[in-house]
DNA sequence: ATGGCTTTAAAATAAAGA
């Protein structure tokens, strides 16, 4: 069994004793860090290495930034950041094989305000995403996307359609391009298990809503074929949203068979 | 609520997030 875990941690400095205890209680083999908000020096990568994981990272100052950790073995780079814009300086993507799977570390841009600049923005990075995503699934290997693509895929994906109706994670076009890649092959593993929705990923820090339950599904692992075959369980590790000092998202994760 | 927190960067506020 393989478990591969999604979590946005919304910066690393902040976060790293929470990470460090997320990581000794749940040991997942794989783990994409989101938001680690540091440039690549400051990256506390001796601090996972005494756990056991093998990292590489894509960092960026002040905001952005992804990473791939791995336990009990380091893993292959096989790109960073995604075509199409060359003036595009955002760390938001890194793809790596380990432990036999191709695993891409997804950070998709949020896009708000909308519409603006950077609903545009995430509407383009979308489309660049889609054809990575598609040559990937050419070399038919097990694949998994896993990030937090600021996508509320449907209307029981969140807690209130009103009160996000305005939002730019859940315009029909933001709906439409996480669509578009699910129709080129990929398999979104949660949305197929809990077809009524209520699984939340992300619960905001204001107005209360982690104790009212105002939350949304956004964190997704995307299944190539070969790896939806492999698919043994879900899960989201609720309670380390609810811990102190933590990030305002939940770890989300799969477990795949061999 | 066009921003009720939170983090980062950096020196008091401002940007970014979702």
């Known amino acids: 069994m393989l478990r591969i875990a999604s979590y946005n941690i919304n910066g690393i400095k902040a976060r790293l004793p929470r990470l460090l205890e997320w990581l000794e209680e749940t040991r997942p083999h794989v783990a994409c860090l989101q938001e680690i908000k540091t440039q690549d020096e400051g990256f506390p990568a001796s601090e996972f290495e005494k756990l056991g994981y093998g ?15 791995a336990r009990d073995a380091q ?9 199409g814009e060359p003036e595009d300086e955002h760390s938001r993507y890194l793809e790596a094989d380990v ?3 191709r695993v891409a570390c997804i950070y998709l841009p949020n896009g708000n305000p909308q519409p603006g600049p950077k609903f545009d923005y995430k509407l ?46 859940m315009q029909p076009e933001s709906r439409a391009g996480y669509r578009r890649i699910l129709a080129d092959g990929w398999t979104d593993p949660i949305g197929t298990l809990r077809p009524g929705g209520g ?24 299944l190539s074929p070969a790896a939806a075959d492999r698919l043994s369980a879900i899960g989201v590790d609720k309670d380390h949203r609810g811990r102190e000092k933590a990030s305002d998202h939940a770890p989300t994760w799969v477990e795949l068979r061999g």
């Open 199 to 222: 699984v939340w990923t992300y619960w905001d820090y204001q107005a209360g809503a982690w104790q009212r339950d105002h939350g949304f599904r956004i964190d997704h692992l995307l």
């Open 75 to 83: 893993p292959v780079e096989v790109q960073r950041g995604l075509e």
């Open 124 to 169: 383009r990075w979308m489309e660049r995403l889609r054809k990575r995503a598609a040559q990937i699934l050419a070399e038919e290997v097990p694949a998994v996307l896993a990030g937090d693509y600021n996508v509320i895929p449907r209307d029981n994906d969140v807690y209130s359609v009103r009160a996000m109706a305005s939002d730019a994670l």
């Open 99 to 101: 432990h036999g799977l």
């Open 55 to 69: 990292a590489i990272w894509h960092g960026q100052k002040g905001f952005n930034g992804v990473a791939i950790l």
